[in-house]
């Protein structure tokens, strides 16, 4: 029996500043809103530029604590007001000097469900992240919405099969990847990994990335943010690589069912072999 629903993802170039990024995001809500969308999801750090090109303490400033700042709670009320589920990448205060690149999750009545925070923190030329976020310390959390069960996963996440497999243990149905990937570094990964991870897990997988080159680097964020189903097939056309998108589309949550009871992937699993996979 089919299930569907219409999920949504969202790129965009930084503005210049944080109001007007804001101003963006929620007109891009309003928009999703006005197709249909049941459920959306913003890039990295979606209010902010990606700042981790340089390493300057003038950027801990974006950070506030979620839900009780001001950006969750607007978009709550935001949520409520569009009956949207809402992914919200944001820049997480827990306290003073303990910052996380977090994403909160919005259901669909304003409520807020929870908070995933990226694993895995790069430290490389232009993602200069352990100088802004600790390593995330939630775990895998799979959030139950108004429109099935969602899981996150932030940017340099992907590259690690780990947490994909641990989202899909706990239920996910879709999972989305919020990303700041620049032209050049990882653009060959870019419709392989998430592609194939959606296979291996047997989910949906949305993949969000900016556009564009901000004044803090020289990093070209490509956008062609897309939708993935579980046998790799991209649902619709990928977005473009240089301009503001909005990308709304039906996903089939009946195909789960279909592809898992086809390759029982979870049926053989043989976790009593894996030890040595998490030893230091």
């Avoid at 891009?28 to 459920?39: M, N, P, S």
């Avoid at 209010?47 to 604590?65: L, R």
Wanted: glycine residues 10%; contains cysteine.
């Amino acid at each position: 029996m089919s299930r569907v629903i219409r999920a949504a993802v969202f790129q965009t170039a930084w503005t210049g500043d944080k109001e007007s990024m804001i101003q963006v995001h929620e007109q891009a809500a309003r928009d999703a809103a006005a197709q249909g969308a049941q459920v959306l999801c913003f890039q990295e750090l979606f209010y902010g530029p990606y700042f981790c090109q340089v390493q300057d303490k003038a950027f801990y400033e974006y950070a506030e604590q979620i839900p009780e700042g001001p950006i969750v709670r607007r978009f709550q009320a935001l949520a409520k007001e569009l009956g949207i589920v809402l992914v919200l990448p944001m820049y997480e205060e827990e306290q003073p000097g303990v910052l996380y690149n977090t994403a909160a999750v919005i259901d669909a009545d304003g409520s807020y469900l929870g908070k995933y925070r990226k694993t895995h923190i790069p430290q490389v030329p232009g993602f200069w992240e352990k100088f802004y976020f600790r390593p995330g310390n939630s775990g895998w959390p799979v959030f139950d919405t108004a429109v099935g069960r969602i899981g996150v996963y932030i940017c340099y996440d992907r590259h690690f099969p780990e947490g994909w497999r641990a989202l899909g243990l706990a239920g996910a149905e879709i999972v989305f990847n919020p990303s700041a990937t620049s032209r050049g570094l990882s653009g060959y990964l870019w419709q392989l990994e998430q592609p194939a991870a959606a296979v291996a897990n047997e989910y949906f997988v949305g993949a969000i990335n900016r556009v564009g080159v901000e004044e803090y680097g020289d990093n070209d964020f490509y956008g062609t943010s897309y939708f993935v189903d579980p046998e790799a097939q991209f649902v619709g056309e990928v977005a473009g690589d240089k301009e503001t998108e909005l990308v709304v589309r039906d996903l089939d949550l009946a195909k789960l069912r279909e592809v898992r009871d086809r390759w029982q992937f979870y049926r053989d699993r043989a976790p009593g072999t894996y030890g040595p996979l998490t030893a230091p």
